[in-house]
C-alpha cells in the first residue's frame, strides 16, 4: 500500500500559503503525485499503488474503497451525530482514510477504516493541520515541538496490543481504526465500530454448521477478490500452513491466472522447512511454487535504523534481510503485490483449548455436555470433561490473563497501562472470545511498514473487515468446530485443500531459526540494549541484562520474539531523539 499526505490551511495569505506551497513542492521532490482537493487543501499520493481518492456524501475517502456485497446497516439514532459514518463504514470496507470538509473547505473530521490497514497520524502545526501515513522527516514540525512520551514507551516493552494503539509520541494523534477524530485538536475520537459489537452477535443463537460454513466461505472469498482486484500482477505467499492455503485455494478458484509468482521461504531446520506441504497445496491447486531458503545476515545498527523512522517501531520490518529478499523475486517476477495469509491464526480461531468449552458452557450451561465436539476437545487438551466443567465454573468474564510480556531484563511497571480501546468492557464474553478480540486488535500490526511494503503493495485478505466482522459474530466453538483448530475453516476448505494441510497438527515453527540469529548476534545485542537508550531511561534493568544475555541463558530461557521487540524499540527511541533532538 502506497503513502499519502494531507496539508490544509485556513487561508490564502501570510506565512501558512507559503509554508503549504512549500510543503507541497517538497512532497514532489520526494515523488508524490500532488493535487489540489479544494483551494485550501492538497494530497499527495506515492507508490506501491497510490492510494486513490473517491468522494462519498461530504466525505473525501483516500486509499482503496471496496463495496460490501451484502452490507448490514445499522440502525442509528437520528440524534447520533455520526449516524451516517457508521453506515458509511458498514456499506464499504478496504483500506481508507477520509477528510469531512465543512465550511470554506476546511477540515471537520479525519476518520480510520476498520481494519487499520492505513495509518492516519493528524496534527497541527503553525495554522495548518496535516494528515499523512508515514513520517515523512521533511513534513514534521520543529525541534522542540513533539516528545517522545516514555511512559508509551514502557508501555509497547510490556503490552502485547500497545503498539497499535496510541503514538509513543507526545503531539500528533493516531486515529484508532474504526474511529473518527474531530476537529479542532485535541478533542476525543468517536469509536464508531467495535469488535465487541459484532462479537455481541455471538451470544445470540448459534447457526448451523453449515450455515457458518456458508458465511465464512463467502467472507474469505469477498476479502481475497476483492484485495486481489485492487490491480498489479499479483504475488501469494505459500507459507505451508492453512491460512495462507485458505487464500490460495480462493485465488486459484476466483482468479485462475492472476497470480504470476507463489512464494515460500523455508529454514535450516526440520520444523522450519515446510515445503512438503507446500508441493502438496501446489500439487492440489495445479501451480509452481518458488521455494528460497531463509536469508539470515548480521544484525547492524543501519538495519535496525532502516526500519525505525516510522510512527511506531519497525516491528513488522524485524526480519530486514527476508524482506529485501521477497521484494527482489516479487519484483523480478513482475508482480507488484503479495498476498499473504497473516491474521488467520487468531481471527479464525486456532486457539482450540479449554477456553472454547468456558464459552459454550456460559451460553448453554448443562446442555454444553452435549456438544459432539467436547469429547474431542478434552482429548486435544489431555483434559477430562470434569476440568473442562470446573474451569468453566470459576471463570468470572473478561480477559483471563493480562497480555504482558515478562522478562528479567524488564524494569517492572509501577502503574499497569490502561486498556486498549477494544479491550474493554468484555465481560459479557467468555475467554476465547476475548482473546479473539485481542488477536483483531493486534492483526492491525500485519499492516506495519517494512522493506516489503515499501517495495511492493502487501495485501492481508484474512485481516480484512468482511472477515473479521464475519469471524466475530461466530461464537468460538463453531469456529473451532470438530474440537480442532480453525476447524470451520478446514470443514469450508475440504474439498479444495490437500489431506496433508487439512489434517495437519503440526505448525510452522521458526523458534531455532530466530534463536539462532539471537545468538549468532549476541554481541551486537547486548551493547545496543545494554549501553542503550532503555537502559539509560530505566526501562531495562542493565545488570539483569548482564546475566540474561547470555548463550546459555537463552537457550534455556527462549523468549526470542521479546528480545527481537526490545531491539526494535530501542531503535525506535534512539532514531526519534535524533530527530526532535530528545537525547538526554
Known amino acids: 500500500m502506497g503513502d499519502y499526505v494531507l496539508v490544509c490551511r485556513p487561508h490564502d495569505e501570510g506565512a501558512m500559503l507559503e509554508r503549504s506551497a512549500v510543503l507541497a513542492a517538497k512532497a514532489r521532490q520526494q515523488g508524490y503525485a500532488v493535487q489540489d482537493l479544494n483551494p485550501h487543501a492538497w494530497f499527495g499520493?506515492?507508490?506501491?499503488?497510490?492510494?486513490?481518492?473517491?468522494?462519498?456524501?461530504?466525505?473525501?475517502?483516500?486509499?482503496?474503497?471496496?463495496?460490501?456485497?451484502?452490507?448490514?446497516?445499522?440502525?442509528?439514532?437520528?440524534?447520533?451525530?455520526?449516524?451516517?459514518?457508521?453506515?458509511?463504514?458498514?456499506?464499504?470496507?478496504?483500506?481508507?482514510?477520509?477528510v469531512l470538509f465543512g465550511s470554506k473547505d476546511q477540515p471537520t473530521a479525519f476518520l480510520?477504516?476498520?481494519?487499520?490497514?492505513?495509518?492516519?497520524?493528524?496534527?497541527?502545526?503553525?495554522?495548518?493541520?496535516?494528515?499523512?501515513?508515514?513520517?515523512?522527516?521533511?513534513?514534521?514540525?520543529?525541534?522542540?515541538?513533539?516528545?517522545?512520551?516514555?511512559?508509551r514507551v514502557s508501555d509497547a516493552l510490556h503490552d502485547l496490543i500497545a503498539p497499535t494503539g496510541p503514538l509513543m509520541l507526545d503531539g500528533p494523534i493516531a486515529l484508532q481504526p474504526g474511529s473518527i477524530?474531530?476537529?479542532?485538536l485535541p478533542q476525543r475520537a468517536e469509536l464508531i465500530w467495535?469488535?465487541?459489537?459484532?462479537?455481541?452477535?455471538?451470544?445470540?443463537a448459534a447457526p448451523r454448521t453449515q450455515e457458518a460454513m456458508a458465511r465464512l466461505e463467502g467472507a474469505i472469498d469477498e476479502a481475497v477478490t476483492g484485495l486481489a482486484d485492487l490491480g498489479g500482477p499479483l504475488a501469494a505467499e505459500?507459507?505451508?500452513?492453512?491460512?495462507?492455503?485458505?487464500?490460495?485455494a480462493t485465488l486459484t478458484r476466483r482468479r485462475p491466472g492472476a497470480t504470476a509468482l507463489w512464494i515460500n521461504t523455508f529454514g535450516q531446520t526440520?520444523?522450519?522447512?515446510?515445503?512438503?506441504?507446500?508441493?502438496?497445496?501446489?500439487?492440489?491447486?495445479?501451480?509452481?511454487?518458488?521455494?528460497?531458503?531463509?536469508?539470515?545476515?548480521?544484525?547492524?545498527?543501519?538495519?535496525?535504523?532502516a526500519i525505525s523512522g516510522g510512527f511506531r517501531p519497525g516491528l513488522n520490518g524485524m526480519d530486514y534481510p527476508q524482506d529485501l529478499a521477497w521484494a527482489k523475486q516479487i519484483e523480478a517476477h513482475g508482480a507488484s503485490a503479495v498476498m499473504s495469509g497473516k491474521g488467520g491464526d487468531s481471527i479464525l480461531l486456532q486457539a482450540a483449548t479449554t477456553d472454547i468449552f468456558i464459552d459454550l458452557w456460559r451460553q448453554r450451561r448443562w446442555r454444553a455436555f452435549a456438544s459432539e465436539d467436547v469429547l474431542e476437545l478434552a482429548a486435544a487438551n489431555e483434559a477430562s470433561i470434569w476440568t473442562l466443567w470446573r474451569e468453566a465454573l470459576r471463570y468470572r468474564g473478561g480477559l483471563t490473563q493480562p497480555l504482558r510480556r515478562a522478562h528479567p531484563i524488564l524494569t517492572p511497571r509501577e502503574n499497569d497501562a490502561g486498556l486498549h480501546p477494544w479491550l474493554e468492557e468484555l465481560e459479557a464474553f467468555g475467554p476465547s472470545k476475548c482473546f479473539q478480540i485481542a488477536g483483531v486488535a493486534d492483526s492491525v500490526s500485519h499492516h506495519g511498514p517494512s522493506a516489503l511494503t515499501r517495495a511492493?503493495?502487501?495485501?492481508?485478505?484474512?485481516?480484512?473487515?468482511p472477515v473479521i466482522e464475519t469471524c466475530l459474530a461466530l461464537p468460538a466453538w463453531v469456529l473451532t468446530v470438530g474440537g480442532r483448530d480453525r476447524g470451520l475453516a478446514r470443514r469450508v476448505f475440504a474439498d479444495r485443500l490437500p489431506t496433508e494441510i487439512l489434517e495437519r497438527r503440526s505448525k510452522g515453527e521458526m523458534t531455532r531459526v530466530y534463536g539462532q540469529m539471537i545468538v549468532e548476534n549476541l554481541a551486537f545485542i547486548r551493547s545496543w540494549l545494554m549501553d542503550g537508550r532503555l537502559a539509560a531511561l530505566g526501562l531495562i534493568d542493565r545488570e539483569?541484562?548482564?546475566?540474561?544475555?547470555?548463550?546459555?541463558?537463552l537457550i534455556w530461557r527462549g523468549q526470542y520474539a521479546t528480545l527481537f521487540t526490545m531491539v526494535t524499540i530501542e531503535g525506535w527511541v534512539r532514531s526519534w531523539e535524533g530527530r526532535l533532538g530528545q537525547t538526554a
Request: glycine share 8%.
Open 45 to 98: 499520493a506515492l507508490g506501491p499503488n497510490p492510494p486513490k481518492r473517491m468522494q462519498v456524501g461530504g466525505w473525501t475517502l483516500i486509499g482503496d474503497v471496496i463495496n460490501r456485497r451484502s452490507p448490514h446497516i445499522p440502525s442509528c439514532s437520528d440524534s447520533d451525530q455520526w449516524n451516517y459514518e457508521r453506515k458509511l463504514v458498514a456499506r464499504f470496507w478496504g483500506r481508507f482514510v477520509g
Open 270 to 305: 526440520p520444523e522450519s522447512d515446510e515445503r512438503r506441504y507446500v508441493r502438496a497445496l501446489a500439487r492440489t491447486l495445479d501451480f509452481e511454487p518458488h521455494c528460497q531458503p531463509q536469508v539470515a545476515k548480521p544484525m547492524t545498527a543501519d538495519w535496525i535504523d
Open 194 to 204: 467495535r469488535p465487541r459489537d459484532f462479537a455481541q452477535i455471538s451470544l445470540g
Open 181 to 184: 477524530q474531530p476537529l479542532p
Open 456 to 465: 511492493v503493495d502487501v495485501r492481508h485478505p484474512l485481516c480484512a473487515q
Open 238 to 248: 505459500v507459507s505451508g500452513g492453512l491460512d495462507s492455503a485458505l487464500v490460495a
Open 544 to 553: 539483569a541484562a548482564d546475566g540474561e544475555l547470555t548463550p546459555e541463558v
Open 112 to 151: 480510520r477504516d476498520p481494519s487499520g490497514a492505513m495509518e492516519c497520524v493528524v496534527w497541527q502545526d503553525r495554522g495548518l493541520t496535516i494528515a499523512c501515513s508515514s513520517a515523512e522527516a521533511w513534513l514534521l514540525p520543529p525541534v522542540g515541538v513533539w516528545r517522545i512520551d516514555h511512559d
